[in-house]
């Protein structure tokens, strides 16, 4: 039985837009916007820091896709692998956190906005990401590299930077879920 991996991702981008609406419904404007402490990000910062890392790969994911159909790297009938950058950032990645990690400037959200507005944002962005997974499939994800745009020593395959993408959106959407918890408590 064959996997479909570029569904499952297609599936865990739905699946994070869906938690993050709940988030927004479930959520008074005013926890939505608020830290727990001092250390910790509101559920509006991190929905904005995805939206920001999401912004910032875009760019990355489509020129890779579009050198890859030039150099001619077609999708073989095997799924697509990670490889093993790919694999130990998608595990350090997926929570509960193993280690917390401060956020390079780029990506650190400027402001604090309110929740429709954040999640009207990161949805759009959302979409825009599954369009362009939905146009990957006829790409040898595995065969294509990509730079890391939050550290540009860091290099992994095409497929290896959508797990990872989404393993980030469980991160900080379960990070969101906390930090509202928390004012709740």
Partial sequence: MTVDTIGEVEKELTDATQRAWSLVQTTD?????????????????CLSHL???TEMFLPVLRNALDDARKRGLIAKKREPKMDVIGRVLRWFLVPPIHQRVKTS?????????????????????QSKL????????????????????????????????FRIIV?????????AEQAVAALRR
């Fill in 29 to 45: 404007g005013r926890l939505f916007t608020v830290r727990p402490n001092t250390s910790s990000w509101s559920a509006a910062e």
């Fill in 51 to 53: 939206s920001i890392s």
């Fill in 105 to 125: 400037a780029p990506f650190v959200p400027r402001s604090v906005r309110a929740k429709a507005e954040a999640f009207g944002e990161f949805a759009t962005l």
């Fill in 130 to 161: 599954a369009e362009l997974l939905a146009t990957a499939r006829d790409v040898d994800l595995s065969r294509v590299k990509v730079i890391s745009p939050f550290d540009k020593r860091i290099r992994y395959n095409l497929y290896s930077a």
């Fill in 167 to 175: 393993a980030h959106q469980r991160r900080h959407l379960w990070q």
